[in-house]
């Protein structure tokens, strides 16, 4: 099972943009569109934000974003909101050798 | 709106058994694939177990693989982990979650804590 590298923190202020880095290999990210992102607020279920690399669910705002380039994946968030404050986790499925999903390790955003 | 409420969570000793149980409600639960993520304190997400719909096919990561049991009970509208042999690291919160059609988590509950005592 593959791992998938985040930094550990990222930080912006009110009204500034972050982004979000998750990087694998040539054998997960790269080749699959199965990468999708998660916010996590302490004391919260986790919730989904984006999916299949830059899918948007209905009701999660449109200041999030996502994209893919080779073997690295990336979360935007525009405009920041005190809310938008909490751990961000990627994940990605793969079906080598077996059906398996793997998350990366998580990124603190801080709202200054 | 989706509904998954876990329980059975607690304090077993290493090499003890537990059985956690996630009840769904607010969907047609017999219809979706259903994993169970956790997350040891401090540390980030891991997923651990999914099964199918049907239940006819179960997959796990190498980390539970032969100690840990997947099922599911259409009828009640309820999934289980069966842990069997557990190990300090397999102390964390417990996550049973819902996948749509995709290859992604959507719905999430807000967990179960399992502490395993050496």
């Known amino acids: 099972q593959s791992a998938l590298t985040q930094p550990a923190s990222v930080s912006g202020s009110p009204g500034q943009s972050v982004t979000i880095s998750c990087t694998g290999t040539?054998?997960?990210?790269?080749?699959?569109?199965?990468v999708s992102w998660y916010q996590h607020r302490p004391g919260q279920a986790p919730k989904l934000v984006i999916y299949?690399?830059?899918y948007r669910p209905s009701g999660v705002s449109d200041r999030f974003s996502g994209s893919k380039s080779g073997t690295t994946a990336s979360l935007a968030i525009s405009g920041l909101q005190a809310e938008d404050e909490g751990d961000y986790y990627c994940?990605?499925?793969?079906?080598?050798?077996?059906?398996?999903?793997?998350f990366g390790g998580g990124t603190r955003l801080t709202v200054l | 709106q989706v509904q998954l409420v876990e329980s059975g969570g607690g304090v077993v000793q290493s090499g003890g058994s537990l059985r956690l149980s996630c009840a769904a409600s607010?969907?047609?639960?017999?219809?979706?694939?259903m994993h169970w993520v956790r997350q040891a304190p401090g540390r980030g997400l891991e997923w651990v177990a999914f099964?199918?719909?049907?239940?006819?096919?179960?997959y796990y990561a190498d980390s539970v693989k032969g100690r840990f049991t997947i099922s599911r009970d259409n009828p009640k509208n309820t999934l289980y982990l069966d842990m069997n042999d557990l190990r300090p690291d397999d102390a964390a919160v417990y996550y049973c979650?819902?996948?749509?059609?995709?290859?992604?988590?959507?719905?999430w509950g807000q967990g179960a804590l399992v502490t395993v005592s050496s």
């Open positions: 607010k969907f047609s639960f017999s219809l979706y694939g």
């Open positions: 299949d690399v830059f």
């Open positions: 040539s054998g997960d990210v790269a080749g699959y569109q199965f």
């Open positions: 099964i199918h719909y049907d239940e006819h096919n179960r």
């Open positions: 979650v819902r996948k749509p059609g995709g290859n992604f988590f959507d719905f």
């Open positions: 994940a990605l499925y793969t079906s080598i050798p077996t059906p398996n999903w793997v």
